[in-house]
């Protein structure tokens, strides 16, 4: 299954934005889907994780209130809406999914088994 990025962008600060990542083809063994995020010379860190097929979801501290994940179709789609933007928000975002759903371990990168190529985000 190949993941692939889309809608990064530059955007004000306090603007919106959406993240895209199209799943092809359709996995039906991935039982989790995250959005990480990396900064320059870091480590990637954990945004947002689904537990696909459910509404269940978990966000980092930093996006809680502000960040949306959600899947759309079958597998097929995972977003993320992004409001009230910030600077610090300014990063390259992965899409990622893995088969095994972990609520400790979801946002370690290593409960994540097949990853996207990433969409970067400015915030100015």
């Known amino acids: 299954v190949q993941l692939v990025e889309s809608g990064g962008d530059f955007v004000q600060d306090e603007g919106s934005l959406t993240l895209t990542c199209a799943a092809s083809?359709?996995?039906?063994?991935?039982?989790?889907m995250a959005w990480f995020r990396q900064y320059p010379g870091k480590e990637r860190e954990g945004v947002a994780v689904?537990?696909?097929?459910?509404?269940?979801?978990f966000y980092d501290d930093s996006v809680k209130g502000r960040f949306t994940i959600s899947q759309d179709g079958p597998k097929d789609t995972l977003n993320l809406r992004m409001s009230a933007l910030k600077p610090e928000d300014t990063a390259m975002y992965f899409c990622?999914?893995?088969?095994?759903?972990?609520?400790?371990?979801?946002?370690?990168?290593?409960?994540?088994?097949?990853w996207g190529q990433g969409t970067q985000v400015t915030v100015s």
């Open positions: 689904l537990r696909t097929g459910t509404y269940m979801a």
């Open positions: 083809p359709s996995s039906n063994t991935d039982n989790c």
């Open positions: 990622a999914a893995g088969r095994n759903w972990n609520l400790r371990a979801w946002a370690s990168p290593l409960t994540y088994n097949n």
